[in-house]
């Protein structure tokens, strides 16, 4: 198979059976999570479980305190450099955005090249950060599972195949492109099934927190 042929079929029947996957997934997963319901709260209001809800969705971003920060200050400092990384990397990055927007028909500005390769470099340079206190921290490396290392490196690759591609690094383009596409093909077939899953359930699970404490007059 050439580089081109290699390319035309991620593009085409690899992509569409990623994405059928990737839809039955997340339909699967939220279907999980809404059909456990739960009990109806009959106790008596104290606060507002609508504003504690909408307050930790965005509280939860930030560090509860100094002493959570001095304790864990690489965690901390390392996750916010890969998420908004990886959020820079894959939506204001403008090849990205036409992409969507042929997909789904919603498009935006995205940000000059320069600065998303920059933004994707740092993200690179924390996930191996990340990796390596991983294997080198002693609880959490008795901790992390087989799971933890497959979120790793399907979050990896992509980032470092786009990256090759960009710059035209050691392979021929075309393989290296379908190589990135396919990547994100296999990211995208793991997400629902893996603990990525949190990407969608994230704000729904703070709110819900938040909604009880809300609802019992104290803050989550």
Do not use: C
Not at 46 to 55: C, E, L, S, Y
Not at 67 to 94: D, E
Not at 135 to 148: A, C, I, N, Q, W
């Amino acid at each position: 198979m050439s580089g081109a042929e290699f390319l035309l079929w991620v593009r085409g029947p690899a992509f569409d059976m990623a994405m059928a996957i990737f839809l039955f997934g997340l339909l699967l997963r939220f279907l999980e999570i809404f059909l456990l319901g739960r009990k109806t709260d009959l106790s008596v209001a104290r606060g507002n479980a609508m504003a504690g809800g909408v307050r930790t969705m965005f509280t939860r971003f930030l560090p509860a305190d100094k002493n959570s920060f001095q304790r864990s200050a690489f965690t901390i400092v390392a996750g916010y450099v890969f998420h908004i990384g990886l959020l820079v990397a894959l939506f204001l990055f403008v090849p990205h955005i036409e992409l969507i927007k042929a997909t789904v028909g919603i498009g935006w500005p995205g940000l000059p090249t320069p600065i998303v390769d920059f933004f994707t470099a740092m993200t690179l340079i924390a996930l191996i950060a990340v990796l390596f206190h991983r294997l080198t921290h002693p609880v959490l490396k008795f901790l992390s599972t087989g799971e933890d290392y497959l979120v790793w490196a399907v979050t990896f690759i992509p980032l470092l195949t786009g990256y090759m591609a960009y710059h035209h690094l050691f392979f021929e383009y075309a393989w290296l492109l379908g190589m990135h596409i396919l990547s994100v093909e296999i990211l995208l077939i793991v997400f629902p099934f893996t603990k990525l899953m949190h990407t969608f359930t994230l704000f729904l699970s703070r709110w819900y927190q938040g909604a009880m404490a809300g609802h019992k007059g104290v803050q989550s």
